[in-house]
């Protein structure tokens, strides 16, 4: 059975680009099911969009207010565990993962409440499945960082890199293996080939 794979890191480093030319690149392949039918590939887009649009929540909560912010990235946690959850299929992509909203809560509420995160039966549940997985971090410092008016901005290049740091040194943290995308690989050809070359040798 292929193994999932999750498209994480730092705002603006290119994820959902480059699991939309996945998904392109990988379109009319199919994966046989359980019942020996066939069925396209599932993607997981960034649910995080869809938890700020349902709930009101606003980029300034989370970086204003402790308590916002945390309610933010634990209903981000459990949208993407409902995620994950509702695929029948053998394998997927996703884009951003249960670590990521445990990352954020890190930066912008503290340590304590990534713990208290970590602490959860979902968190487990999540953690096995990417135990199993292909876990690509885009690596930040590129040179089309924007803002949409919807995502968290860093404050500047640095504070940008050492976000990427800190997903870096979290997935170490809760022992899961994971590759980096360089930053210097900007055609998205190479970054699907990437991808794939590393997804082809766990089978």
Known sequence: MPANIYIIGAQCTGKTTLVTALQAHLRGQVSPTSQGQSTSLP???EVARTVLREHNFTASDITSSPSKSLAFQQLILKAQYDAETSISEPWFISDRSGLDPIIYAKKY????AAE?????EIWRNLRER????LIIVCEAGMDWLTDDGVRLMPVDKADWIAFHELFCNTIREVELDFSVLPRSMKDIEQRVDFVLSLHARMR
Do not use: A
């Open 43 to 45: 993607i997981i887009t």
């Open 109 to 112: 509420v503290g340590s304590n």
């Open 116 to 120: 208290l995160m970590m602490g959860t």
């Open 130 to 133: 990417m135990s199993r997985s």
